[in-house]
């Protein structure tokens, strides 16, 4: 299973709404999660289950789609929001935990 | 306080062999899965592999199997990464993760280690 994010890298402003959508070579329900890495960091998880909001995330962030297509949201970009976003299908568990390339939120 | 603390960065040559390590506190270590994530410099994650602590069960990503090695020691609960003959390919950043919790049959990683770098140069 491939993922395709795109765009590969944005440019946004503090309170912006920010999309970044996930494309899968096939279909895979609901089994993807995303992630926000930050340089030099581990990665968080952000979304699992393609839309259930990990534990202590703040609810500016949301997931939406299912089967090939599904979008990360961010609602109003805040100043800590700035990093790379990666998608990662999770159909195949658990030999199959792909990532998407990653966006990278940069600052207008 | 769930923790995950990783060995130090290392620089090695190639050929060499190397184990770095993954120590989990604060919950009980042979209950919850162990995922391996690779960085490249300046690249993407890649899913290596997980491993379960309580009976060593252990998936490798197929684009790993074959070139590294994962295994625990519950004694002190630590998870570790080997390489048995170290590639300039393999300087990287390598991050351990607790797979903590699960949905429809997946666990997910709630809590990650601060990464290993790993430096192969002659």
């Known amino acids: 299973i491939q993922l395709t994010q795109s765009p590969s890298s944005l440019s946004a402003s503090v309170g912006d709404r920010v999309t970044i959508t996930c494309r899968a070579s096939?279909?895979?329900?609901?089994?993807l999660a995303w992630y926000q890495q930050k340089p030099g960091k581990a990665p968080k998880l952000l979304i699992y289950g393609a839309s259930t909001l990990q534990s202590g995330v703040p609810s500016r962030f949301s997931g939406s789609g299912s089967g090939t297509d599904f979008t990360l949201t961010i609602s109003s970009l805040q100043p800590e929001d700035f990093a790379t976003y990666y998608c990662q299908e999770v159909k195949n568990y658990p030999l199959g935990f792909t990532f998407g390339g990653g966006t990278k939120v940069e600052i207008k | 306080e769930v923790q995950l603390l990783q060995s130090g960065a290392e620089v090695k040559k190639p050929g060499e062999s190397l184990k770095i390590s993954c120590k989990g506190s604060g919950y009980s270590f042979a209950d919850k899965w162990i995922g391996w994530v690779r960085q490249m410099p300046g690249k993407g994650l890649e899913w290596m592999g997980i491993?379960?602590?309580?009976?060593?069960?252990?998936k490798y990503s197929p684009s790993f199997g074959g070139q590294v090695t994962m295994s625990v020691d519950r004694s002190v609960s630590t998870a570790y990464l080997q390489w048995s003959s170290l590639k300039a390919s393999d300087s990287a950043m390598y991050f351990c993760?607790?797979?903590?919790?699960?949905?429809?049959?997946?666990?997910?990683?709630?809590?990650w280690g601060q990464g290993t770098l790993v430096t192969v140069s002659s």
């Open positions: 096939q279909g895979i329900s609901s089994f």
């Open positions: 491993i379960y602590p309580g009976d060593s069960d252990t």
């Open positions: 993760a607790r797979h903590g919790f699960s949905l429809n049959g997946v666990y997910y990683p709630d809590y």
